[in-house]
């Protein structure tokens, strides 16, 4: 069974860091196109950053480009994403989400294209 898991949520003050983390089993990083996601409060979910198992090729929304950092370990079938410098913007539940890529980068992919999605991890900013 395919399983994703987000952790590393939690509040944090505006101008600081946190590291989300998604594990994934029930299969191996191979070849899979991994994204992370977020949705406000009152807003639709929107594409934060999503990185390609097979060559590592990543790819940032504009709102998050040089303050989040997303990378893996498929040694531990496990994606991160780094968020630093973080705004209230920013407050959000982020989601993981996983698709066979069968080679093609990653940030053709959208919302749609995902079949496998993790429960969600909270981040609030405050101000």
């Known amino acids: 069974e395919v399983q994703l898991v987000e952790s590393g949520g939690g509040l944090v003050q505006a101008g600081g860091s946190l590291r989300l983390a998604c594990a994934a089993s029930g299969f191996t990083f191979d070849d899979y196109a991994i994204g992370w996601f977020r949705q406000a409060p009152g807003k639709e979910r929107e594409a934060v950053s999503c990185i390609s198992s097979s060559d590592g090729t990543t790819s940032d929304a504009n709102p998050v480009k040089g303050r989040f950092t997303i990378s893996s370990d498929n040694a531990k079938n496990t994606v991160f994403l780094q968020m630093n410098t973080l705004n209230s913007e920013d407050t959000a539940v982020y989601y993981c989400?996983?698709?066979?890529?069968?080679?093609?980068?990653?940030?053709?992919?959208?919302?749609?294209?995902?079949?496998?999605w993790g429960p969600g991890t909270q981040v609030p900013v405050s101000s």
């Open positions: 989400a996983a698709a066979r890529s069968h080679g093609i980068s990653c940030n053709w992919f959208r919302s749609r294209d995902y079949g496998y």
